[in-house]
């Protein structure tokens, strides 16, 4: 394992902090993540494409740039990794399917990659994922399977699955996923990493194979709250392809010492279903009381809409998959993955009248929500009612997707399109970690990464290492 | 030059096939997609919760008159992203 100063960086925005100290350069850190790679990979999974040389070489560039004064912000020369579902021209793009034409986005970058590498990022490889961001894990085809960290056993979530185990890790400080139905924020809550799923329209999706047209966000999952401003602030912005993006300017904020003044509405309605883990309920209250400790006035709320909202993001996203897929899942329907084959025929069940409803009521529940942001800055669940699940269930299908409905409480916040980002707020009895969301209004992000960052400041959950990494870090 | 290949020809219904698959083949089969008989069976125990949530989206007297969250924009030109 490649040598590292003693007190090695933790975090994005530590790593950032010791490249402009000169205590640690980005080759350093590029080569310790291109071992850590090397060794966790073959169990993990996290990497369906690795860019060692390139990243290296991009590593050096920093280096040297960084030793001119040429600084290009906090992602300058920090390991970072794309989901195989983003084009980037380095490489191909799989989205983990046979049947993506691999021509698709050939040569081409993202915007979202882009902007990540005029920021200096040095783009370590592509992750995993579920196939097409919708299946579920499968041994069944070439792809690898991805796997928690925190025990191999279990999944890590997804469908952001790589970028998930990636970052908690230390593959890689940072890492983009994408969320239609909790795809950012159930593998940040698997992984004990931090997650943000940004407001619908904050991020340009253009350059990344769709999954739901209206629902698709890109974002950043890394160990920090702070580390997720760093990397929102080179993600957001407009751009010409994609009708969705507004100009909202997005900075990272000031941080904040305490939260008077701020009025938090606590959900606890639906979040706690029988089945939920023992050790949920005392990690959510430890949070809540964390939050009024340092300021904040609470009131529990009940999220209106919420079982229409379920429905929506589901139907919505099955119809809007089914259109982007119908021709190839026509004439290729056993090369896609079974769980996305039971997707898609959902979109095939429901008539366009449903499909428009669904967006009627889309709308009805966002001037709802709406109405309850007005009394309150901000909004707190659960992200899930368990902690990752077994493998082995899904991987023999005694086991699917249905069988988490209800212990997973996401894509109401993909109907809505408010953002969320998604906390470690403790461990299970087993060690496993539990995950809180905050909740905010449209273009937001700000108020609920200032939390966040005061929250990582009273505890160190987003610290944490899986035994089986610190071991590795410690050898 | 590479040929459009034929659609899959969906896979022989079996005598399982009744009443209650049939409305579902037939959305199937609309569709173009192929599913197997296995993955209808599986769909039909799914079809009833699925229209049940469905219609409920029909239910509340805020959504009677309510626009779809759809986008139009009579200006719109498609841009390529890179």
């Given at each position: ?85 983003l084009a ?16 698709w986005g050939?040569?081409k970058?993202a915007p979202v990659?882009a ?63 994408t969320?239609t ?17 940004p407001t619908f329209g904050r991020v340009p999706k253009s350059g990344c194979v769709p999954l739901g047209y209206s629902l698709d966000h890109i ?17 957001a912005g407009p751009h010409p392809s994609d009708p969705d993006c507004l100009d909202a ?67 919505t996203l099955?119809c809007e998959a089914l259109a982007y897929?119908r021709a ?24 366009g009248?449903?499909y428009v409803?669904a967006q009627r009521?889309r709308r009805?529940?966002q ?50 399109g ?24 449209p273009f ?32 | ?66 626009d779809p969250a759809l986008r139009f924009r009579a200006e719109a030109r498609i841009t390529d992203w890179a």
């Amino acid at each position: 394992m490649p040598e590292l100063p003693l007190n090695p960086p933790r975090t994005l925005t530590e790593a950032a902090a010791a490249l402009r100290a000169g205590t640690v350069t980005s080759r350093q850190l590029t080569e310790r993540s291109i071992a850590t790679a090397d060794r966790a990979d073959p169990v993990l999974g996290v990497y369906l494409h690795r860019f060692d040389e390139l990243a290296l070489a991009a590593a050096d560039t920093a280096d040297a740039e960084l030793a001119t004064g040429v600084d290009r912000g906090p992602l300058h020369g920090v390991p970072f990794a794309v989901k195989d579902i983003l084009a980037m021209a380095d490489g191909p793009t799989t989205a983990q399917s046979v049947v993506l034409d691999p021509n698709w986005g050939a040569g081409k970058d993202a915007p979202v990659v882009a902007r990540l590498k005029r920021a200096g990022a040095v783009i370590t490889g592509k992750t995993s994922t579920m196939e097409f961001a919708i299946g579920m894990p499968d041994e069944s085809k070439e792809f690898p399977v991805p796997r928690n960290p925190w025990d191999p056993a279990t999944w890590p979530g997804g469908s952001s699955s790589g970028t998930g185990a990636g970052v908690a890790a230390g593959l890689f400080y940072a890492g983009i996923g994408t969320d239609t139905g909790g795809s950012i924020r159930i593998p940040a809550a698997f992984c004990g990493i931090t997650g943000l799923m940004p407001t619908f329209g904050r991020v340009p999706k253009s350059g990344c194979v769709p999954l739901g047209y209206s629902l698709d966000h890109i974002g950043p999952m890394a160990r920090s709250a702070e580390d997720c401003a760093a990397v929102l602030a080179v993600l957001a912005g407009p751009h010409p392809s994609d009708p969705d993006c507004l100009d909202a300017p997005f900075a990272a904020p000031a941080w904040r010492d305490d939260l008077a003044g701020l009025r938090v509405g606590v959900v606890r309605d639906a979040h706690f279903p029988p089945g939920s883990d023992p050790a949920l309920a005392g990690a959510f209250e430890t949070t809540v009381a964390e939050l009024a400790d340092a300021g904040a006035s609470l009131a529990p709320v009940a999220l209106p809409y919420q079982a229409e909202m379920v429905t929506a993001n589901l139907l919505t996203l099955a119809c809007e998959a089914l259109a982007y897929h119908r021709a190839d899942a026509q004439h290729r329907w056993t090369d896609y993955y079974p769980a996305t084959r039971a997707m898609l025929a959902r979109g095939a069940l429901v008539s366009g009248a449903d499909y428009v409803q669904a967006q009627r009521m889309r709308r009805v529940a966002q001037d709802a929500l709406g109405r309850i942001l007005d009394d309150f800055d901000v909004l707190v669940c659960p992200t899930t009612s368990v902690a990752a699940p077994e493998l082995d269930g899904f991987l023999t299908g005694k086991r699917d997707l249905s069988s988490l409905f209800g212990y997973i409480h996401t894509g109401y916040w993909d109907s809505v399109g408010n953002p969320v980002i998604a906390l470690p707020m403790g461990f299970t009895e087993a060690g496993m970690p539990l995950s809180v969301q905050l909740a905010g209004r449209p273009f937001d992000e700000a108020r609920l990464l200032q939390i966040g960052q005061l929250l990582q400041r009273r505890t160190d959950w987003h610290l944490r290492r899986p035994a089986l990494i610190a071991a590795e870090l410690a050898a | 030059m590479t040929a459009t290949p034929e659609p899959i020809t969906p896979p022989n219904r079996g005598t399982g096939d009744d009443a209650a698959l049939a409305p579902l083949r037939m959305l199937l089969e609309a569709a173009g997609l192929p599913a197997s008989d296995a993955e209808v069976a599986a769909l039909a125990a799914q079809y009833p919760g699925l229209r049940a949530a469905t219609d409920a989206l029909y239910a509340p007297p805020a959504v009677r008159y309510a626009d779809p969250a759809l986008r139009f924009r009579a200006e719109a030109r498609i841009t390529d992203w890179a």
